[in-house]
């Protein structure tokens, strides 16, 4: 019996999210602090949707309709994001580490105090957004749109930041590598202070 018992709470752990926060979360629109993780919410509209400090753990997301969600302090680690939308979203204070979110769309979205560590952000589109205070590293920016973005007290030295659009990208008390600053002068990115060419 107590065998048995073991083996339903090892499933339920992997399985981690529990259905009713996914049934709150589509009724109501909003679902604080709940469990996502491991859950299959690809190519959902959860567009301004109110859903902070949750966790999304392994998540699918991918074609997945995040405009102008206020998803602050949510926990992304691992998730498949590629294709989402998180135009306008409040990202602040999320975890993105090792996320998949090739050709995400970040366009206007607020990702101050993000953590982004090992991530795939390759041929995303991210204009206009604030990553200030994000922990960036070993980020994969390839082939990437940022112009007018915002980077204010980042280090960026050991991120990839190749092929991108940093048209009048503003960079800001920033560290970067020799060649990513060449870069971004040829493409009229904006120094303000306290940048660091190393």
Do not use: P
């Not at 206007?108 to 993000?114: D, E, K, M, P, Y």
């Amino acid at each position: 019996m107590k065998i048995f018992f073991s083996s339903i709470l090892f499933v339920i752990a992997l399985l981690g999210y529990e259905q009713k926060d996914i049934d709150k979360l589509l009724k109501n629109e909003e679902c604080k602090s709940c469990d996502f993780s491991n859950a299959n919410l690809s190519g959902l509209d959860l567009s301004t949707f109110e859903i902070q400090d949750s966790n999304f753990q392994n998540a699918n997301l991918s074609n997945t309709n995040l405009f102008m969600s206020d998803l602050e302090g949510s926990n992304f680690t691992n998730a498949n994001l590629e294709n989402a939308i998180f135009w306008k979203s409040n990202l602040r204070f999320t975890n993105l580490t090792n996320v998949q979110a090739k050709q995400v769309n970040l366009k206007g979205a607020n990702l101050q105090n993000a953590t982004l560590k090992n991530s795939d952000l390759s041929s995303s589109v991210s204009w206009k957004a604030n990553f200030t205070d994000a922990s960036i590293e070993r980020t994969n920016f390839n082939n990437s749109e940022l112009g007018d973005a915002k980077f204010y007290h980042n280090n960026l030295s050991n991120s990839n930041l190749e092929n991108t659009i940093l048209w009048k990208t503003k960079f800001k008390d920033t560290i970067l590598t020799q060649e990513q600053c060449s870069h971004a002068k040829n493409e009229e990115a904006i120094f303000l202070e306290d940048v660091i060419c190393q």
